[in-house]
């Protein structure tokens, strides 16, 4: 009886969301997700689950309108970025999505704690050995189309954002930085920019700067307690500039 039960309501919510639009706020990263569950104060007896993790609805997120948002943890690396970006445009019936979080910055292009806004995604670690390498890694790229009607900050770093399942390497980041123009390298956002634009789904990428990769590596490399403290300061940015977006 109690699967029933549990199934009719499963039912109901995805029913009721399949009939309006909503606006999905994707988060990577584990310890982006705690951070901002904390921020915005999210009981344990609210979250909902999905195969990829919780997500939770909040109402009247947003500063200037009463759009239906939901939080949804995507998780870390592209192979979880995809699948569950699909799954919330399968499930959540998005309007936008928008994806916050975390990203390594490249020496000279930006400061700590700059807020980036993706332009183009590009997969940067495929390596091809029969065909040209240039093909595989155009494939992948991802030119998003920016909503003129959105307003961002001033201060918001317009560039193109790169995307592998590793974080910078500093022996290659004077490559990196020239060869794709990137401000930014982060382990998603290439991956659902990808899949968003698969589905004809308007996505919003804001990455904030947790630290600056030079070729003598990272602050916050081996020192996951930095992280963290970072991550904090970047989510909560983040999470003030999407409340303002709508």
């Not at 699967?3 to 982006?32: D, G, H, M, P, V």
């Not at 699909?86 to 916050?100: E, F, G, R, T």
Request: hydrophobic share 40%; proline share 2%.
């Amino acid at each position: 009886m109690k699967k029933l039960l549990l199934y009719i309501l499963l039912q109901f919510f995805f029913c009721n969301c399949s009939q309006r639009k909503n606006i999905i706020i994707i988060i990577s990263a584990n310890t982006e997700w705690v951070s901002a569950k904390n921020i915005l104060q999210i009981k344990t007896d609210t979250l909902q689950y999905s195969p990829y993790g919780e997500f939770f609805s909040v109402d009247n997120f947003f500063s200037l309108s009463k759009q239906n948002v939901f939080f949804f943890h995507g998780g870390w690396g592209k192979i979880d970025s995809a699948a569950s970006t699909q799954w919330v445009i399968s499930n959540l019936n998005p309007k936008y999505i928008i994806n916050i979080g975390t990203a390594g910055g490249f020496d000279k292009r930006v400061k700590l704690f700059d807020v980036v806004l993706a332009k183009t995604t590009f997969v940067y670690d495929i390596i091809e050995k029969i065909d040209n390498a240039q093909s595989a890694i155009d494939n992948y790229k991802t030119e998003i189309q920016i909503d003129p009607s959105i307003k961002f900050p001033k201060d918001i770093v317009l560039s193109n954002i790169i995307s592998a399942d590793q974080d910078l390497d500093p022996s290659k980041i004077n490559k990196l930085s020239k060869s794709y123009n990137a401000s930014a390298a982060d382990w998603e956002s290439a991956s659902i920019a990808r899949i968003c634009h698969k589905n004809n789904i308007q996505v919003i990428i804001l990455r904030g700067i947790s630290d600056i990769v030079t070729s003598n590596g990272s602050i916050v490399y081996k020192n996951q307690k930095l992280f963290e403290k970072n991550s904090n300061i970047i989510m909560k940015k983040t999470l003030e500039i999407t409340k303002n977006l709508f």
